[in-house]
């Protein structure tokens, strides 16, 4: 799952994601950048993953707008979970190891194709959100 907050980082939005694990269980997290900063060392960065029953609820709780549900048919939640702890170990740094990048490169790393976050237009996460193949969901109050 990739999610949205359209209305973070000063309207460019801002991403998360989830995945499952075997056992019916999810990690999600993203990377917030609180405050925002071009660079921001790890220690400060708002970095933050949580294994859950619900996807959604951490995703509420932060104020995601939307998501979209992703097709993955080999999916590696072993691999997904080395780079999620790879990605917490990370500066933030605004032109390439930002929200976007890090959602792209957990969610890669469990199997899900996902368009590139630096080509063209899709510079900005709401923008690399639309590419996203599929319907956007809202996050919803329950």
């Known amino acids: 799952m990739v999610f949205l907050r359209r209305k973070g980082t000063l ?7 989830a995945f499952q694990y075997p056992d019916g269980s999810w990690n ?3 990377v917030e950048n609180q405050p925002q900063t071009p660079y921001t060392r790890p220690d400060l960065m708002g970095w933050w993953s949580r294994r859950v029953d619900d996807p959604l609820a951490p995703m509420r709780e932060r104020r995601y707008e939307e998501y979209k549900i992703l097709e ?6 072993a691999a997904a979970q080395e780079e999620v702890e790879r990605v917490s170990r990370e500066p933030y740094r605004v032109a390439d ?6 959602t792209y490169q957990v969610l890669t790393a469990y199997g899900a ?3 590139e976050p630096d080509r063209g237009e899709t510079r900005a996460p709401a923008k690399w959100f639309k590419e996203i193949p599929g319907e956007a969901h809202p996050v919803g109050d329950e």
């Open 113 to 115: 194709t996902l368009p």
């Open 28 to 30: 999600a997290g993203s």
């Open 11 to 17: 309207g460019i939005g801002h991403a998360a994601w």
């Open 72 to 77: 993955v048919l080999s999916p590696s939640a």
């Open 97 to 102: 190891q930002n929200c976007m990048h890090d």
